[in-house]
């Protein structure tokens, strides 16, 4: 029987085990999803399956920097008492070192890939939740590289909480690179500059300024004027070369990292679980589903 994409999709998403892993079992069962499940359950890589419907909003970021390679990550995990396992902690470590290495372009990518003991990635993550008793998942990684004339900036807050990457050209202060990461944390800027902002984003920034003032009964003829100075505000909250540091308020970002010879080429900020929607527990509904059954 003819293996298909959509076939080794749901039996992924049945069972949470790695695309490879998923088209052995349905070749091994003549395309029978359920023997398929129960072949990848015996093989133990389909443990972790009950866990696949949970949602992981807890975990840590991880920052792992080798010569002029670095590379930020994002493991969750369900609980946070978990995420201050040892055993989940030699987990992200291990995770960062592969990707490190090996350098996959995506998470889907990644979760393929053999590690130096023999089992893809996902194998191991899977074994990890089989170990632990707690969905994990990786969620995010980047990997950025520099010059030796350039230095990367690492900064983990609240034991890894959040996650700041910096790469600072034109200097090779790792202290200054990383006190930029620090403010980053701090006051988390979507951008470096303000050419990184789009037209639609000013635009609209813009116009919700001008509709404020209107409302605020401000004269149309000053109204303009008031807008772009507000909108200097919101380039101070967006841009992180227009605010002022953290470490220093009397100065901007702009001139402290000018003072060391260097511009912020890029950076990276991860939190933990930014994005993800917590279930919300409803304990008594879920005590009548029980009795119900």
Do not use: W
Request: some cysteine.
């Amino acid at each position: 029987m003819a293996i298909t994409a959509q076939m080794v999709k749901e039996l992924r998403e049945k069972t949470g085990a790695g695309m490879m892993d998923c088209k052995k079992a349905l070749q091994e069962t003549n395309g029978d999803m359920e023997k398929a499940i129960d072949f990848l359950r015996e093989k133990g890589i389909a443990k972790a399956a009950k866990k696949a419907d949970r949602i992981a909003a807890e975990g840590i970021t991880s920052i792992k920097v080798e010569g002029n390679e670095a590379v930020i990550l994002e493991v969750n995990s369900e609980t946070d008492f978990v995420a201050k396992n040892e055993g989940f902690q030699t987990l992200v470590k291990e995770l960062a070192d592969h990707l490190l290495k090996n350098k996959p372009a995506t998470v889907e990518e990644a979760a393929e890939q053999k590690m130096d003991n023999g089992s893809t990635v996902a194998e191991h993550i899977n074994a990890a939740v089989a170990k632990i008793g707690e969905k994990i998942t990786l969620r995010r990684f980047e990997i950025k590289t520099k010059t030796d004339n350039d230095a990367f900036g690492a900064y983990l807050h609240m034991g890894g909480r959040i996650g700041v990457l910096t790469v600072l050209e034109g200097t090779t202060d790792e202290e200054a690179a990383k006190d930029v990461a620090m403010h980053i944390a701090a006051l988390n800027p979507k951008y470096v500059s303000r050419d990184q902002v789009s037209q639609e984003e000013v635009e609209r920034e813009r116009q919700v300024l001008t509709q404020q003032a209107l409302n605020e009964g401000k004269p149309e003829n000053i109204v303009a004027k008031m807008v772009e100075g507000r909108l200097g505000k919101f380039f101070e909250e967006v841009c992180v070369l227009d605010q002022a540091f953290v470490k220093n308020p009397d100065q901007k970002v702009r001139q402290f990292v000018e003072s060391k010879g260097a511009k912020i080429r890029e950076f990276v900020r991860y939190e933990v679980g930014e994005g993800i929607e917590k279930r919300e527990e409803n304990f008594a509904e879920e005590v009548m589903n029980q009795v119900k059954k």
